[in-house]
T-cell receptor
Framework: TQLLEQSPQFLSIQEGENLTVYCNSS?????LQWYRQEPGEGPVLLVT?????EVKKLKRLTFQFGDARKDSSLHITAAQPGDTGLYLC????????????????FGTGTRLTIIP | SAVISQKPSRDICQRGTSLTIQCQVD?????MFWYRQQPGQSLTLIAT?????????ESGFVIDKFPISRPNLTFSTLTVSNMSPEDSSIYLC??????????FGSGTRLTVV
């Protein structure tokens, strides 16, 4: 079974602080995505990364894909209460693509709370 | 990106009954995906629904419990059959591809009593 582990599972910090969330697997990804989910809603796509070592920025959010395409991180600078939510990494494993299977495997999730 | 309308948004059902969840997409898509999200958990894929063929179920999910229909390229339904309290979850449909991300419906929050 191919697993995606996220850490930390829960994170509660003060507004203005920085934080990093990690997503790790023992298998190689064809692509990896980060989503944020708020209560009562489905996950919303934040970014897709496909190239090892790739770095993408979305305002105060910085996403990095590991060189070996087995891990990723999400860094938030100067966190704000609006950043509160469940952050999910999700990937398509390279071995599955070769089989014509594009199903998405989700990470265990990080529940982030930003305290005003 | 596609826009998905999912309904109902929530329901409370008696054990032993069935609930059918509908997803309508504003564009034609080849594959639709159904997920379950148990309270406080991440998402688990139930099945992949292709138009014109039977759905492909993941390990731990069976067609008798979660029958899926895919009558055309913009619509799908998931039925949760013979419900028990353990089926209380959020159920989500999704469309997309690994190169450009996935779009999700807003989910159906099911409570079985």
């Amino acid at each position: 079974t191919q697993l995606l582990e996220q850490s930390p599972q829960f994170l509660s910090i003060q507004e203005g602080e920085n934080l990093t969330v990690y997503c790790n697997s023992s298998s190689v990804f064809s692509s990896l995505q980060w989503y944020r989910q708020e209560p009562g809603e489905g996950p919303v796509l934040l970014v897709t990364v496909v190239t090892g070592g790739e770095v993408k920025k979305l305002k105060r959010l910085t996403f990095q894909f590991g060189d070996a395409r087995k891990d990723s991180s999400l860094h938030i600078t100067a966190a704000q209460p609006g950043d509160t939510g469940l952050y999910l990494c999700a990937g398509v494993f390279a071995s599955k693509i070769s089989m014509g299977n594009e199903k998405l495997t989700f990470g265990t999730g990080t529940r982030l709370t930003i305290i005003p | 990106s596609a826009v998905i309308s999912q309904k109902p948004s929530r329901d409370i059902c008696q054990r032993g009954t069935s609930l059918t969840i509908q997803c309508q997409v504003d564009s034609q898509v080849t594959m639709m995906f159904w997920y379950r999200q148990q309270p406080g958990q991440s998402l688990t894929l139930i099945a992949t629904a292709n138009q014109g063929s039977e759905a492909t179920y993941e390990s731990g999910f069976v067609i008798d419990k979660f029958p899926i229909s895919r009558p055309n390229l913009t619509f799908s339904t998931l039925t949760v059959s013979n419900m028990s309290p353990e089926d209380s979850s959020i159920y989500l449909c999704s469309v997309g591809g690994h190169g450009y991300g996935y779009t999700f419906g807003s989910g159906t929050r099911l409570t079985v009593v």
